[in-house]
């Protein structure tokens, strides 16, 4: 009989599930070893515009994500987006650690938390787990850090390039919507310098599955003033390519 506690909080480290990834996935031959997760759209388009190839497809109800290979220093890199949302992206990252790849990197954007411009560059530390998708693969707690040589192997490609930037926390989020100012000023006072929806999650599968993982954010909006700054982060396409090729060389470094 259950004993009252929220299902979320069953935490079950049996490594085998009744449905794997290697159920949906046909591995094919010499897969990437790294491979950046790329939460802009502009990126992945401009990819497809200038005949990236495509190594391989990650498939869900709503639709298909290719997986493109870019070329860097005579190596391919594979490159999608794994959607929005930790369960989505989730699964699609347990995907690619299927279909072959060994080495990642995350690059997107978050909203602020602190009073800074928008494109703020931030560097998460760790995530504050209030998502579903973390809890399926670790004990429950109240954060989640990058693995130590992503981390690592991220902030030297910053420092590297003079790129100013910040680290602290973030705060992974199920509820886009259901972001009130009280919860707003305590993830704030915990440390968080900005708010997304995928990084603990991400962070989280890495530990269980035993790949590197770090994520590079950058700000889209504010919401440390009174009201809602809206999307702001417009038009800023190289800046966008600029922390993709960032994401790149750092994951190449692993």
């Not at 298909?64 to 999608?80: L, M």
């Not at 989730?90 to 279909?99: Q, W």
């Not at 926390?169 to 929806?197: I, N, Q």
């Not at 999307?231 to 390519?241: E, I, Q, S, T």
Request: proline letters at 7%; charged letters at 20%; hydrophobic letters at 45%.
């Amino acid at each position: 009989m259950a004993d009252g506690l929220p299902p979320i909080l069953e935490f079950d480290p049996d490594p085998n599930a009744v449905f794997e990834p290697k159920h949906v996935v046909l591995r094919g031959e010499h897969p990437p070893m790294r491979a950046v997760l790329c939460f802009f759209s502009q990126v992945i388009d401009r990819l497809r515009a200038e005949g990236a190839p495509v190594l391989f497809e990650l498939q869900a109800a709503h639709g298909i994500h290719p997986v493109f290979g870019f070329d860097a220093g005579g190596e391919r890199v594979a490159v999608f987006h794994p959607g929005v949302g930790a369960a989505l992206a989730g699964g699609f990252f347990e995907e690619s650690i299927a279909h072959g790849c060994e080495r990642f990197m995350a690059v997107g954007t978050a909203g602020g938390l602190a009073p800074r411009s928008i494109g703020h560059v931030i560097v998460p530390t760790f995530a504050i787990r209030d998502e579903g998708t973390s809890y399926h693969y670790q004990p429950p707690g109240r954060s989640m850090e990058p693995t130590p040589e992503a981390l690592e192997t991220l902030l030297a490609a910053l420092t590297r390039h003079d790129v100013a930037f910040e680290t602290g926390g973030t705060w992974t989020t199920d509820g886009f919507y259901r972001e009130t100012r009280a919860k707003l000023d305590r993830r704030v006072a915990e440390g968080c310098l900005a708010v997304e929806m995928e990084a603990s999650a991400l962070f989280a599968i890495a530990r269980f599955r035993g790949v590197p993982i770090a994520q590079l954010l950058t700000t889209s909006d504010d919401l440390s003033g009174a009201e809602w700054s809206g999307f702001k982060l417009k038009d800023r396409d190289d800046f966008r390519w600029s922390l993709f090729l960032l994401a790149v060389e750092a994951v190449r470094a692993l």
